[in-house]
């Protein structure tokens, strides 16, 4: 008794290929699957190429505020002086700072002077944010001492201040020149506060890659931002940096209870965990919809193929008669649009990975093209239109894109197998 053959076997897939190598009069491969094995393509490509740039954008965005700011900030709660006005810092910030630098899982804590003052240089002014803070603490935080983006030495903090690129550019600075700041609360006197106006060298310029931090943040030495804000023994707050801080939540607790009476904390997450919640849902969005492109383009194989099978009518009618099951038959025709799918996705695959890693000179391209302008910072707080290409994206647009494929082609294929032979043969 014959065996009979294994599902795929040579002939089905000699069969499918003779089909969709045959040209379209002798109804072979129609104008519908050339436009599907577009369609895919092009729609795995805007998958993938949204899903790098999503990816791009968070990454580079939370990279920007774990790289400039504190990871978990330490501030006091509101309380009376001797003289009855409500103030917020710490006394005893020293013995507070090393407390909460013990805890496990903290890499750095600086105590902080914060205050918004108008700086003015050159006949130009601009508002800007005073952080003062102690030499050493500044070298740590990665975003400002950055030599390959920096101007100037940050070594020689001390003598002067370090300001963000966008506050030189807006003032027209540079290191070495002298930059005014003018302070609402300054010296006071027998007839009041008068403003507080001192003029300071610039001796660092860094670039952190947020427009909002480039554009108003000044570093000044701590010793010295005590005098000027008239904060002498005292600190506004305590910047906290973690060996995590995607999971800053496990540690709040325990830098809380470090902090000691009276202390408040506020994370990054907190400040910034409404705008990356709303990344989330727009991300799951865009998925959906792009994932419907896919499926509208896996459709065209349906039609494609309803219109294959038609055509080879008689050719199914002779198979049968000579044999072939229905099984064999549903695995050719399956073989057809299946191969439609997988064309169109490798082709969607390096088309989008080709734009991910080429993003850069293609934004410039189309930035040249549109006259400048299309990518305003000061809009998206960011510089540049990122693209992190992630494994994990490109396999989940693969699967979608070769599921649908697959699963759609089964239905006209199973037309094709249920065929009557002798229908398919009577006018012939």
């Known amino acids: 008794m014959a065996s009979t053959p294994a599902p795929f076997a040579p002939f089905e897939w000699m069969i499918a290929w003779r089909y969709l190598r045959a040209r379209r009069a002798e109804g072979g491969v129609s104008v519908m699957t050339w436009i599907s094995l577009v369609g895919i393509t092009l729609a795995v490509f805007a998958l993938i190429a949204t899903l790098a740039v999503r990816s791009g954008f968070r990454a580079e965005f939370v990279d920007t505020i774990l790289g400039a700011n504190a990871h978990v900030t330490v501030y006091a709660s509101q309380r009376l002086d001797e003289y009855d006005r409500p103030v917020r810092t710490f006394d005893d910030y020293a013995e507070r700072a090393a407390r909460v630098a013990e805890v496990p899982g903290v890499i750095r804590v600086a105590p902080l002077v914060k205050g918004q003052v108008m700086g003015t240089a050159a006949g130009r002014n601009a508002g800007v944010e005073v952080f003062g803070i102690a030499e050493d603490d500044l070298k740590g935080i990665p975003r400002i001492a950055d030599p390959e983006t920096g101007q100037g030495d940050i070594d020689n903090f001390e003598q002067g201040i370090a300001i963000g690129s966008g506050v030189a550019r807006e003032l027209g600075l540079s290191v070495g020149d002298q930059l005014k700041l003018i302070s609402p609360d300054g010296v006071r006197t027998a007839f009041g506060v008068s403003p507080r106006v001192k003029l300071y060298d610039v001796v660092y310029i860094f670039t952190a890659g947020r427009y909002d931090i480039d554009r108003t943040r000044v570093y000044m030495p701590f010793e010295e931002a005590q005098l000027y804000f008239n ?198």
């Open 231 to 428: 904060r002498e023994g005292v600190a506004d707050e305590l910047e906290v940096m973690i060996d995590d801080p995607e999971r800053v939540e496990r540690l709040a607790l325990p830098v809380l209870q470090a902090a000691g009476e009276g202390a408040l904390i506020w994370t990054w997450q907190d400040a910034s965990g409404a705008f990356l919640r709303a990344l989330e849902v727009e991300d799951n969005v865009m998925f959906v919809i792009l994932s419907v492109l896919v499926l509208i383009a896996t459709m065209n194989i349906v039609s494609g193929l309803i219109m294959l099978v038609k055509n080879k009518g008689r050719d199914i009618g002779i198979l049968r008669t000579m044999g072939l099951t229905e099984g064999a038959v549903l695995r050719v025709f399956f073989i057809c649009g299946a191969f439609t799918g997988v064309i169109g996705t490798l082709m969607g695959v390096v088309l989008g990975c080709l734009f991910a890693i080429y993003i850069d000179p293609i934004f410039s391209f189309v930035n040249y093209v549109a006259g400048g302008g299309v990518w305003d910072p000061a809009v998206r707080g960011i510089y540049a239109l990122p693209a992190k290409l992630q494994m994990g994206d490109v396999l989940s647009a693969m699967a979608l894109s070769l599921g649908l494929s697959f699963v759609v082609t089964i239905f006209p294929a199973r037309r094709a197998a249920r065929m009557n032979p002798v229908e398919a043969l009577r006018y012939e």
